[in-house]
């Protein structure tokens, strides 16, 4: 709304005393910051004078012509990114703007009363004022969260790099040192590798936020991303995935300048899990030689044919044979609990063990036996072949 006629001179003057005292204004609202607002106590003074300057001068413009810019007029990208690289929320942000703009107006208010300033005027003028807040706040809430997404984007692919040649072993001494103090690991203690897959239907990034979510609750240092659809990173003890559906391969523990190493075996894990269709975290605890059976497909088919293969030409004889080989290996070769568990005689079972040695021309009583039976039988609980993708 274009100014009254003959108001010209008087809201000039009014403009120019307002000017005066824009420095005290701004001290006194520097103060009122720190006090009401304490995120913006790590803004240097230096850069809210100028952004104080910036908002009261836009003010008095907009007081002079009573017109308020357009939204793409309102330049306050800077700003943005400044403050969400501070660490101030978009709400203190927008409370600090209101703030200013409040005492702006409080000022102009109290200036055109004293003037004698036209009723009309300065009723038209604080509207402007309101529009003007409106406007700009919008305007300020758009640019920060861009600032946001921004600064989130970059600190991901920053966090993506450094996992990535501290788990592949490609950082320096001192590019370890510089990433754990940016992300706050503790070189003086041991991590685990980790790399992990979805069960289900959760995806990758949602999967990092639960064990992310899950290492913070249980007071465990972790530092998580995700690259080529899996979870990696370090962690500091085992997470407790509950009904989480992943499936995950945990190093052993190491210095960060080793990383590397219990990457490769979190690798290995991982597969070994996937091929037994596995669901929660496995270390090499949990699998122990079982994981040499996934890695060694050609000798897993050299005992499949030695020792189970053989069974197949006595048909559904050949898979009772084959349960009470295994039920003899579980139950450390107590014949009577193999009975009892599969409800039948000893004898049957005597039998089936003895037809079994027939067949493979192997002894049950054999050392080498018990492991290499051992070895075919976890071959033929693989999800996918030996050899075949994991």
């Known amino acids: ?15 120019a005393a307002m000017a005066a005292q824009q420095w005290q204004v701004g001290g006194r609202l520097h103060a009122d910051l720190a006090d009401h ?12 004078d100028q952004i104080w300057h910036r908002h009261f001068q836009r003010a008095l413009a907009v007081l002079r012509d009573g017109t308020v810019p357009a939204p793409e007029d309102f330049d306050e990208a800077e700003v943005a990114r400044d403050r969400v690289s501070r660490g101030v929320p978009l709400s203190d942000g927008l ?23 036209d009723p009309a005027l300065i009723v038209d003028r604080t509207k402007c004022l309101w529009e003007l807040a409106d406007v700009a706040s919008l305007q300020i809430a758009a640019v920060h969260r861009q600032a946001e997404v921004a600064s989130a984007l970059f600190d991901a692919r920053r966090r993506a790099g450094f996992l990535r040649g501290l788990l592949h072993g490609t950082l320096s001494a001192a590019e370890i040192h510089s990433g754990a103090a940016i992300y706050g690991l503790d070189l003086a203690r041991p991590y685990r590798a980790l790399r992990a897959v979805p069960y289900g239907n959760v995806g990758p990034d949602a999967l990092e936020r639960a064990l992310d979510s899950d290492c913070r609750r249980n007071g465990r240092g972790a530092l998580l991303t995700v690259l080529d659809e899996a979870v990696v990173g370090v962690i500091e003890g085992k997470p407790e995935t509950g009904d989480l559906e992943v499936t995950a391969g945990l190093g052993p523990p190491t210095d960060l300048g080793a990383a590397h190493r219990s990457f490769r075996a979190a690798g290995r894990l991982l597969e070994a899990a996937r091929a037994y269709g596995l669901r929660g975290v496995y270390d090499l605890g949990d699998l122990s030689w079982r994981v040499a059976v996934v890695a060694e497909p050609d000798l897993a088919e050299l005992l499949l044919d030695r020792y189970l293969r053989p069974l197949e030409a006595e048909g559904e004889f050949g898979a009772l044979i084959e349960e009470s080989v295994r039920g003899y290996l579980e139950k450390g070769r107590r014949i009577r609990e193999v009975a009892r568990g599969a409800h039948v005689h000893v004898n049957t079972v005597r039998y089936r063990l003895r037809r079994f040695e027939e067949l493979t021309g192997t002894s049950l009583d054999a050392p080498d036996t018990a492991v290499e039976l051992s070895w075919a039988l976890a071959a033929r609980e693989l999800r996918t072949p030996p050899g075949g993708p994991a």
Do not use: C, H, K, N
């Open 1 to 15: 709304m274009s100014g009254q006629p003959g108001a010209a001179a008087p809201l000039e003057r009014l403009i």
């Open 37 to 48: 607002i304490p995120s913006y106590r790590v803004v240097p003074r230096e850069l809210l």
């Open 95 to 117: 409370r600090a703007f209101r703030r200013a703009l409040s005492a702006i107006r409080d000022l102009f208010i109290a200036e055109a009363t004293e003037a004698g300033l």
